[in-house]
């Protein structure tokens, strides 16, 4: 999963405490913002209601992003499609994903989270739309693929838009409950697209599944627009002139040749970009090995039940990690605990999955498989907090750019294996091996103490 936002984690939270220097006091912080009414923090009921907005679009996003894995079987059949030609689509979206994610931070500082999400979101929802609406104006695959890119062009922008909402909006006691809500949206988005979109193809064809999260993305943009941005004239220019919120504050100055430099930093680059291809190859190619492996399933149950599941695992994952930090744990064995269930744990499920020939068995090892790679969201996602707080918005960026990298690249060779040896057996294996290599090195290497400073004598680590 493209996933994405995440609690900040304990240890860096002791850092912002014991090394004020490096960052502003939390308490000073907070009586400002809660005393300024200029500084552009949400009152508590204004950042909920915002909070069941933003889940809300998040699961939205993930409808609109995974309406094509879900249609992909449907369309290879009326448009003559080989499997090659099926992951060329499929991963298209990766191409445009890649390309704003560092741009949508860097203007959700600039003018406000809020608004680049609701023009993106705008924008995407129209995309989404007519994407049924453009396999009759020209060859379906080029048109397809075209609609798969613009759409990872403009949803690239919404994880790091949600994290400079956070920082700008929040104040910073709840900043983690607010990204831990955020980050079950890719979840919801799924038990979306696997339960009303799969009842949705079956019984209206696979143009609706486009349709429906258009329309109800295109809604969410009108009720933000009217009632909490209280419909403000938005135009080019004035985007530009937006001031910043009081609140934000400016990043430290960082070594980002030192940071770069540093092997803990690499391995956990090289585990997030490991992790997310095989989270999203998975993603796309599940709801076609399903539809073939067991033609006689309901697509509604294996398309909810394993993100059905996930839900409660990542919210486990969270509250026992933090947990188990209070109780004295050191941070990087926790982290790379969590990593290992992720990545390792969740590999034993996906090698299993090539020796059953029983659905419900498969959907059990799906189901197991999914809701262990959960516990990424307490290992590798949150060490971006542990050796780079002053920077890891802009840190994630990069490893969630690179990461649409390997995603296309998974899913374009996951295509042409499937096609070439006709075997599911081959992906998992080749999924596992890339997430065995990934849980290696980060174990090996990875750290959790701060390392976004030149002289680490300025560093208190916990």
Known sequence: MEVEGKPVSYSSQVDNVRNPSSHVCVTGLQKTETSDKSSGIWPRPL??????????????????????????????????WSKTESGLVLGS????????????????DKIGGEIVLLLSTCSWAIVTSITPLLA????????????????????GVHYPSLTSVCAQRVVEGERGFMMSTLSCGCY???????????????????????????????LWVFCI??????????????????????????????????????????????????????YFTLMS????????????????????IPWFMAIPSSMFGGTISDHLIREGFETVTIRKTMQFCSMG?????????????????????VSASIGLSTFHNSGVAVNVHDLAPSCAGALYGIMNTCAAFTGLLMVYISGYLIEVTGSWETVFILLSLVNFIGITVFIIFGEAKRVDQKDQSQVIEV
């Not at 040749?257 to 540093?262: D, E, I, T, V, Y």
């Not at 599940?286 to 909810?304: D, I, M, Q, R, S």
């Open 47 to 80: 950042a909920l209601t915002w909070a069941l907005m933003l889940l809300l679009l998040t699961g939205l996003l993930h409808w609109a992003r995974m309406a094509m894995p879900v249609c992909v079987v449907t369309m290879a059949q009326q448009f003559g």
């Open 93 to 108: 979206f990766y191409w445009g994903y890649c390309f704003t994610q560092v741009l949508g931070g860097h203007a959700s």
């Open 136 to 155: 009759d104006v020209g060859p379906p695959l080029i048109t397809m693929m075209l609609a798969r890119f613009l759409l990872g062009v403009l949803q």
């Open 188 to 218: 919801l988005g799924m038990l979306m697209v696997g339960g009303v979109g799969s009842v949705m193809l079956e019984w209206y064809g696979w143009q609706s599944v486009f349709y429906g999260p258009g329309l109800l993305s295109a």
């Open 225 to 278: 627009w009217k009632c909490l941005l209280r419909g403000p004239i938005i135009t080019f220019g004035s985007l530009w002139s937006i001031p910043v919120s009081a609140s934000q504050v400016k990043p430290m100055k960082n070594a980002w040749l030192h940071l770069f430099k540093q092997p803990c930093v690499w391995a956990m680059v090289f585990a997030h970009l490991c992790y997310s291809s095989t």
């Open 285 to 304: 190619w599940l709801p076609t090995f399903f539809k073939e492996t067991y033609p006689h399933a309901k697509g509604w149950v294996f398309n909810v």
């Open 345 to 365: 744990l969740a590999n034993v499920f996906t090698v299993l999955l090539c020796k059953t020939t029983v659905f419900f068995h498969a959907l059990v090892l």
